[in-house]
């Protein structure tokens, strides 16, 4: 099943980077909303070493043919060696709210 809807997932060092990146999406019109939650704890095995980290979240609120686009844009402006990017489908929400997503993302 295709969907037409993603929202991206991505952590970030700081508070400053994660708006960064967010006004680089919106301005661009990769994306039509994000969100930045602060003190995120991350957990992980990064070079053969547990890392207890306290992160920014990301979340980015794009369609489909959007992605590669806010793709592009995260790994340019990303801190990290390895960016965190996760598009999850989104399988159903306001019609309303997906229609905006979509004249967002569809501006030139």
Known sequence: ???DH?????TCASEDQAAQIAEALVTTNAAACCNIIK???SLFIWQGKLEDDREVLLLT????ASFPKVRDTILKLHSYDVAEIIAVPIVDGSDDYLRWVKEQTSKK
């Not at 993603?6 to 991505?10: A, D, F």
């Open 6 to 10: 993603v929202l991206v997932l991505t």
């Open 39 to 41: 003190d995120v704890r």
């Open 1 to 3: 099943m295709q969907y």
């Open 61 to 64: 609120k794009t369609t489909t």
